[in-house]
């Protein structure tokens, strides 16, 4: 079995996959037709992890022909073209590759933008038009980025401080909202949380973005636009993990196109690999998770016969689903997904990160919490209702075991708002 997939969402586009090709429909409302291009992989080599990895490398192949094509149409006829790779195009391939394929348009549009070659206007901006709603239809805030760097690009850069200083106050003047999409977080601060999720082959990348100048005359005030939304993004305006990381990932990239090819370019983009891969060779799991671990604890859930709907955590949740086609959710079961539940079944749980022995040695009263657990590996096989109680058990004796039991490893928040509108509308 090939389980050495990258990527901690990659099993998702499986699962919605399988559902177009089994039911016509994606298994979550989803306007994007991406999921349509893992369908398609999947017809000409069947559902599989190497299907993914097709899909993955495809999306790989997609952004660096848009990358060198964009800096192909930016070139004078006097100016080499940048031949170089950029990591960027890995890191989105690999773990974003919805965002990737919309950033793929993005740097065509702003390539045909900016460009010099097509001289009659209305074809132009009639292609930009075309490939800024193809950008928005393959991720919506990939175009509102897009947008968003283009108005930015019109206001006068002596505003810059200004607005820095405006959007610094943000987390303190807005309100929060933890169970949506976009959250203020005034908590952490992005450059720690960048390094804690990818190493310092980001930070390097994000200096080069704010302080780098290596770019023909012509295109300084579209650099200096990227260099401020790059020091713009050292403010913890949104949750960094969810919102601010894939903003500034997708800037990174963007700003390559208008790079130049020369030896400082070179020694740049050579620093930056070596970085990337050393975080690589010594975390990998910052990029992945422990896959070949989680085939023999899905098998023995999905085998449990009342097994109606499993709850665990993110990543496990997506592989299970697809490896088993059985039902599986990453958040707290909400009454949508309780009304759901096929007749004679119940809702169980893997909680992840606490050993058998303290669930088994949890009392109340002198009676056992937990009617049924079941080891499986790192994993431990409860039903949801016993843990609902095992979590105000917690709370009441102020246990340590409570950071565990409410983390990402033991899933303990309700559908976000952004979730349940796509569930409800679509969009």
Known sequence: MFDSLF???????????ISILETGELHSPDRSPVFHIVAFVFR??????????????LTVVWLSFCLYFARYILKSKNEFWNGLPSVMVFVLGFLYPKQAWAIGFLLLTYGFLFSDRITWKFGKWTLVGILFVSTTWFHT???VLGLGLWCIDKIPRKFDLILFLLLGFCPFLIPTNDNDRFVIDGKSFPIFEAYGMMGIGILWDWGILIFGKNVSDRYLPIRRSLAFVGMVLVLPIFHFADIQFRILISF???FEIFSR???KQTFKTAVSFALWVFVFI???NLFRYPYEGMWNPGEKAASVSDNGLLVAHHGFCEYYHFQFRKDCMSWEPDEKAISELPKGTKVYRLVYGIRMENLRASKENGNPIFSKIEPMGEYQLVLEGDWQHYLQWLETKNSKLLSIAKSWK??????????????KYGI
């Open 261 to 263: 090819c020369n030896a």
């Open 7 to 17: 990527g901690k969402d990659i099993y998702w586009y499986g699962v919605q996959a």
């Open 141 to 143: 805030m990939v175009g």
């Open 44 to 57: 000409l080599f069947g559902a599989s992890d190497q299907s993914l990895f097709v899909f993955q490398l």
């Open 252 to 254: 990174l990239l963007l």
């Open 410 to 423: 033991n899933p303990y928040r309700k559908r976000p708002g952004f979730i349940q509108r796509k569930q």
């Open 282 to 284: 010594q975390s990998p």
